[in-house]
C-alpha cells in the first residue's frame, strides 16, 4: 500500500530534550516536506527537500534540523524543544513534477 | 510573498444545501492550486488541483472548483452537501517552478441534519 508514515503519532517530552520524528514514504517521490498544524493557522511549512541532500527552508524553520540521506526517509530533528513547538506535525511527500502531496497520519508533539 | 486567504473560518451548511468555500490567493502569476480535506484525527488528503489544463476542476467526493484568474480565486463547491461532508477543508498554492507551499488557514464545515 502507497503510504506515509510518521513515528511516533504521540510524543510528550521535555523542554530541552532532543527529540527526532520520522517520516518515511514507499512510492519513491522525490518531493518530501515538514509542517506544523495550530488552530487558526492552518498548516505552514518548516521544511521541504526536492530530492536527497537537497533541502530548503519553508515558513518556520527555527528549531528544527532536516536531513535527507536517503529518499524514502525524511526524519524531523528539535534539538532542544520548547513549548511553543507543542503542535500537529506532518509530514507529506510528492513527484517533483506533480505538486500534490500525500500525507502522513500526524505526529502531536507536546513540550511541557 | 505569496498568501492563501479562506473566507469564513467555519461554514454552516443543511443537508442536501451548495456548499461554498472560498479561497483567495496572491500571486500575479497563476500558480499550482489545490484544496485538502481533513477528517478528524487524520492527516489531509487531496480533494482536487488546478495544474492550468482547465479553469473547471473536478475532484472527488462531488467537489469541484472554479479558477478565476481575474479575480485570484479558486472557491471549491459541492451541489449537495452530505453529512460525511462535514471536515475542515484547506486552499494551497504552490508556485510554479518552486515547491514552497503555503495553505489557508482552514475553514471547518459543518453539515446539519
Known amino acids: 500500500e502507497a503510504q506515509v508514515t510518521q513515528n511516533p503519532r504521540y510524543l510528550i517530552t521535555v523542554t530541552g530534550k532532543k527529540l527526532t520524528v520520522t517520516c518515511s514514504q514507499n512510492?519513491?517521490?522525490?518531493?518530501m516536506s515538514w509542517y506544523r498544524q495550530d488552530p487558526g493557522l492552518g498548516l505552514r511549512q518548516i521544511y521541504y527537500?526536492?530530492?536527497?541532500?537537497?533541502?530548503d527552508k519553508g515558513d518556520v524553520p527555527e528549531g528544527y534540523k532536516v536531513s535527507r540521506k536517503e529518499k524514502r526517509n525524511f526524519p524531523l530533528i528539535l534539538e532542544s524543544p520548547s513549548p511553543n513547538q507543542t503542535s500537529l506535525y506532518f509530514c507529506?511527500?510528492?513527484?517533483?513534477?506533480?505538486?500534490?502531496?500525500?500525507f502522513g497520519p500526524g505526529t502531536r508533539l507536546t513540550v511541557t | 510573498a505569496q498568501s492563501v486567504t479562506q473566507l469564513g473560518s467555519h461554514v454552516s451548511v443543511s443537508e442536501g444545501a451548495l456548499v461554498l468555500l472560498r479561497c483567495n490567493y496572491s500571486?500575479?502569476?497563476?500558480?499550482?492550486l489545490f484544496w485538502y480535506v481533513q477528517y478528524p484525527n487524520q492527516g489531509l488528503q487531496l480533494l482536487l488541483k488546478?495544474?492550468?489544463?482547465?479553469?473547471l476542476v473536478k475532484g472527488i467526493n462531488g467537489f469541484e472548483a472554479e479558477f478565476k484568474k481575474s479575480e485570484t480565486s479558486f472557491h471549491l463547491t459541492k451541489p449537495s452537501a452530505h453529512m460525511s461532508d462535514a471536515a475542515e477543508y484547506f486552499c494551497?498554492?504552490?508556485?510554479?517552478?518552486?515547491?514552497?507551499?503555503?495553505f489557508g488557514a482552514g475553514t471547518r464545515l459543518f453539515v446539519k441534519a
Open positions: 507529506a511527500s510528492s513527484f517533483g513534477t506533480e505538486r500534490e502531496q500525500y
Open positions: 512510492m519513491n517521490h522525490e518531493y
Open positions: 527537500s526536492m530530492n536527497v541532500e537537497v533541502t
Open positions: 500571486s500575479s502569476v497563476p500558480p499550482y
Open positions: 488546478y495544474t492550468s489544463a482547465a479553469t
Open positions: 494551497a498554492v504552490v508556485d510554479t517552478g518552486g515547491f514552497k507551499t503555503i
